[in-house]
């Protein structure tokens, strides 16, 4: 079965980056975009962007354009979500989720990994 | 850029209908999908292109669409319902997406 397994909870100082790891399972990875959801505290959801597996290319919000970088790793399968030059307000859970295609909603998503920003 | 607005907050009995909105300029080119987030568990895809239902929801959520609105309807609201949704839409290239700012769904 489809599985998306996230890497653990991160704890970073103001104007540090942290890379935040998805790992995928139960299907072809190189066939489905791959995008990332974040969700502050007491706050909704925000898209970051996506990263097409098969070929690399990457597409981000304005939001987070400058400060986000998304990559894979075919070998293992895995997707990778860094931001840097973090702030507090970037404190978040952060889902990796998967686009089913041909009706393009997100059908799998990762458990969430808390990153919190505090000095 | 471009936004989804939504109601913050709805609040209705059990067994009545809550309907939630999501108004938009895209929406008349681009189809809307909405997803529900209850508190520590990643959101569950209820309705996807507007009107369309995934396998494994209840009949109870609907979708529906007019001009720069979708509204999505849950029928005989059950306590399992509360949480909050959200309207989800790409642009009009596709690459980029917005979620709108969500809705609470309380349960009185």
């Known amino acids: 079965q489809v599985q998306l397994v996230q890497s653990g909870a991160e704890v970073r100082n103001p104007g540090a980056s942290v890379k935040v790891s998805c790992k995928t399972s139960?299907?072809?990875?190189?066939?489905?975009?791959m995008h990332w959801v974040r969700q502050a505290p007491g706050q909704g959801l925000e898209w970051i962007g996506w990263i097409n597996p098969y070929i690399g290319t990457t597409n981000y919000s304005q939001t987070f354009q400058g400060r986000v970088t998304m990559t894979r790793d075919t070998s293992v399968s895995e997707v990778y979500m860094e931001l840097t030059s973090l702030r507090s307000d970037d404190t978040a859970f952060y889902y990796c989720?998967?686009?089913?295609?041909?009706?393009?909603?997100?059908?799998?998503w990762g458990q969430g990994t808390l990153v919190t920003v505090s000095s | 850029s471009y936004e989804l607005t939504q109601p913050p907050s709805v609040s209705v009995s059990p067994g009545q209908t809550a309907r939630i909105t999501c108004s938009g300029d895209?929406?008349?080119?681009?189809?809307a999908y909405w997803y529900q987030k209850k508190a520590g568990q990643a959101p569950v895809l209820v309705i996807y292109?507007?009107?369309e239902r995934p396998s494994g929801i209840p009949e109870r959520f609907s979708g529906s669409s007019s001009g720069t609105t979708v509204t999505l309807t849950v029928s005989g609201v059950q306590a399992e319902d509360e949480a909050d949704y959200y309207c989800l839409t790409a642009d009009s290239s596709g690459s980029l997406y917005v979620f709108g700012s969500g809705t609470k769904v309380t349960v009185l």
């Open positions: 139960g299907f072809t990875f190189s066939k489905y975009y």
């Open positions: 292109k507007d009107t």
């Open positions: 895209v929406l008349p080119k681009q189809y």
């Open positions: 989720a998967r686009l089913l295609t041909p009706d393009y909603y997100f059908d799998s």
